[in-house]
């Protein structure tokens, strides 16, 4: 497995753009049932259409903390949906046709344990040199040192010629498809020394957890250019970047260059907060800010769109296996799920831009029909809200009320510290739903708020009773999803996290979660990874290692009014893009959206 150096820092934006990893180790990434297609982005603009500008915001970071190192923390922009316009990846998952869409790849196969990528041809960085297979395997030489996820399953890139390159698998999975084709493009040109440093350590058997590993990952990390760059039809103009806003100008021999219609990208700078009253007035044409319900109401009200497409992602509670050990038994946790309307607690705070997860499977619900067996998911439970049915379990787990309203058993009430993010407001609210519904029904939860640079190194730590983490990811493979509680937050958390023993019991045998979710990903046929998937989703349904609260629906206020149209009607397939594939993007790269 490829080592997993890199630098976090849990801010709220973050969090939900981590909900849209393909490239860290950290977190799997993998693709749909489905195969890649060679049917590329169609025209939906004209030539009357071009021009224009199109404005969108994201919080990016200035310099000098800010730079244009797009492998290093804090680069401008980084992380942003916005990056595709300029470093945009070989390919765009198209979520409704479960396929991928070329960008810079003009096709792909499978070939052995060999993916084969060839590029488009004419296409030049803004520089004017010629965009070529260098730019791709130097992208992932120095993405080795990234810890990017495809080098947990190959061992090499290279250059077959010009136009053509060539990854060669040591480990068969059906991951790699996104892993490689799911990553922004870096030059040659201004990577390529770092590249063959990289190429030479590991080549000489170097890892990233040695001494010279760390202290090349720094000097990736440290490095500076100079200047923005890009190979996407547009570029950052690096004089106007300002505490306020950027500006994106066309790179005219960059890919789409010629099909896209606008001819500059605004993008405000600010978080929910500096952006609600821009948005408001007009000046914004496109946000993805997570807004809350009188907000949401505010824009509508104005006569703007809302767009609510799936994040995938959400709160969840996550419960210490050694510090709540009366939760070890299945049936209070089950107990826990149907004792408060977890609808209601998402509603709170979004509205219709939140909903309960139906299928309980530790990933989106919208997931499920094209992974688990079609003769299983009626055996996935729901967890509806029923406080009989939850009172029913607690007794049948010999638990009875005192004269204080709290359950106990043997003289000991359950009683709980709750942690949970301060700054982040929707989750915030969440809790206090969870905690107030969960003392009315018997359990009392005594609620703790940290900001979350601290909340979360003690999740990670295992110093916490029960809390709320993240559950679900921004992936089309419900595996990526399922790291999450069984890895991230458990076993591969610097402290242990939760501390939940991978080896259970359940109603279908025992599982070994973590040798199951391998076998989820092993070769390259997903076919056949649908019943490893099955067998991971109706043991979680049962056992509910974590509880999922509700999943998070973007709502994403549309402007139609000021300078864009072209947005597609309600109900169309654009508008079930992940957010790691983002809808807008396709509609600005392919055309569809122009000026008034």
Known sequence: MADKTISYSPTRRRLLRDATFTSLGLIAAACAPGTSGTTGTTTGGGTSAKGGEFHGAWPYVLAPQGHWNYYATNAILSGAIYTDLFIPSLAVYNWAGNKYDYWLAESSKQNGDNYDVKLRAGLKWDDGKAFTAKDVVTTYLVGRLAAYGIWNFIDKVEAVDDLNVRFH??????????????????????????????????????????????????????????????????????????????????????????????????????????????????????????????????????????????????????????????????????AIAMAFNREEAGKIFYGTSARAPKYMTGYSDGLVPNWVNSGDVSKLNAYAFDTAKADQLMKDAGYAKGTDGIYAKGGKALSYELSF???????????????????????????????????????????????????????????????????????????????????????????????VLDDAITGYD????????????????????????????????????????????????????????????VMIMDATLHKI
Do not use: C
């Open 169 to 334: 698998y040591t480990k068969p999975t059906s991951l790699g498809e996104r892993l490689i084709l799911r990553n922004g493009i870096k030059p040659d040109s201004i990577f390529g020394p770092l590249a063959k440093k990289a190429q030479d350590f590991y080549a000489g058997g170097g890892t990233n957890s040695t001494d010279a590993g760390k202290a090349l990952i720094k000097e990736m990390n440290d490095f500076r250019p100079a200047n923005p760059y890009a190979i996407g039809p547009y570029k950052i103009d690096g004089a106007s970047v300002t505490a306020a806003q950027l500006t994106m100008v066309r790179n005219t021999g960059g890919l789409f260059a010629d099909k896209v219609n606008f001819d500059k990208i605004v993008i405000y700078q600010g978080e929910t907060a500096e952006v609600t009253p821009l948005v408001l007035n007009g000046d914004i044409d496109y946000a993805t800010h997570g807004f809350p319900l009188a907000t949401d109401k505010a824009f509508q009200d104005k006569g703007y769109r809302i767009i609510r497409g799936p994040i995938l992602t959400g709160p969840a509670l996550y419960i210490n296996w050694e510090k709540a050990p009366e939760l070890q038994d299945k049936r209070l946790r089950q």
């Open 421 to 515: 993010p301060s700054d982040f407001q929707d989750w915030a609210a969440a809790a206090t739903y969870a905690s107030d519904a969960l003392n009315k029904f018997g359990i009392k939860i005594t609620p703790r708020g940290a900001i979350r640079s601290t909340q979360l190194p003690d999740m990670n730590s295992g110093n916490f009773q029960i809390g709320l983490n993240p559950w679900g990811i921004g992936n089309p493979h419900p595996q990526a999803s399922l790291v999450r509680p069984f890895r991230e937050f458990n076993k591969d958390a610097p402290g242990g996290g939760m501390k939940y023993p991978l080896t259970q019991t359940y109603s279908g045998g025992s599982i070994n979660f973590d040798t």
């Open 526 to 585: 997903t076919a056949k990874q649908k019943d490893p998937i099955t067998k991971l989703s109706l043991a979680f349904n049962e056992l509910l290692p974590i509880i999922p609260i509700y999943e998070r629906l973007n709502n994403n206020p549309v402007n139609e009014k000021a300078r864009v149209t072209g947005w597609k009607p309600e109900g169309d397939p654009i508008y079930t893009q992940g957010g790691a594939d983002n809808f807008t993007i």
